[in-house]
């Protein structure tokens, strides 16, 4: 089996691995750090504001079962695109909307669903696309956040309805 990546900062990563995780597809997942300026970052550094770093979700996908295109319907779906360094309760540049690509495939496509998602908003998207550099993984407790402490997600509101409907996620045992 052939898999690709993408990299998606919408927020606190614990919610945005958890969401990824139940999309038919994704092979995995891993919590970490991307955009910044300095090399292998703490999530205390992060959160100084003086790295440049986002909390991003780096996600493996096969893309014989979902591809890009549809990653990124989930994407917009989970969180307010529209909203600048923030995220429901978190506030500060580390939960800016973010897509870093891996390619300029990924580029192209990420720029026209941007286009289309505009056209859900009233106000302007603010999500950033911009070429992935380095990842940076997180702590390891921050891995698989919420499976492991066994509750769900509470960092921003996460439209399961929405995202159920539309069939872009399923339940996970």
């Avoid at 690709?4 to 969401?19: I, K, P, Q, R, S």
């Avoid at 997942?29 to 504001?49: E, F, I, K, N, W």
């Avoid at 780096?58 to 989970?78: N, T």
Wanted: glycine share 10%; with cysteine.
């Amino acid at each position: 089996m052939s898999t690709e990546t993408a990299t998606f900062g919408a927020g606190c990563f614990w919610g945005v691995e958890y969401v990824f995780e139940r999309v038919p597809g994704v092979i995995g997942t891993q919590v970490g750090y991307a955009g910044g300026h300095t090399d292998d970052p703490t999530y205390r550094d992060v959160c100084s504001h003086t790295t440049g770093h986002a909390e991003v979700v780096r996600v493996e996908f096969d893309p014989s079962v979902v591809g890009y295109e549809q990653l990124l319907e989930v994407f917009w779906a989970m969180h307010d695109p529209t909203q600048v360094n923030r995220q429901g309760p978190d506030v500060g540049d580390q939960y800016r909307s973010a897509i870093f690509t891996d390619s300029e495939e990924q580029r192209r496509i990420a720029l026209a669903s941007r286009e289309r998602a505009q056209e859900r908003f009233d106000r302007p998207i603010a999500t950033e696309i911009v070429p992935a550099g380095p990842f940076w993984p997180a702590e390891e407790y921050h891995q698989r956040y919420y499976d492991k402490n066994g509750h769900e997600p509470y960092c921003h509101a996460i439209p399961w309805g929405t995202l159920r409907e539309l069939g872009l996620v399923e339940a996970k045992a």
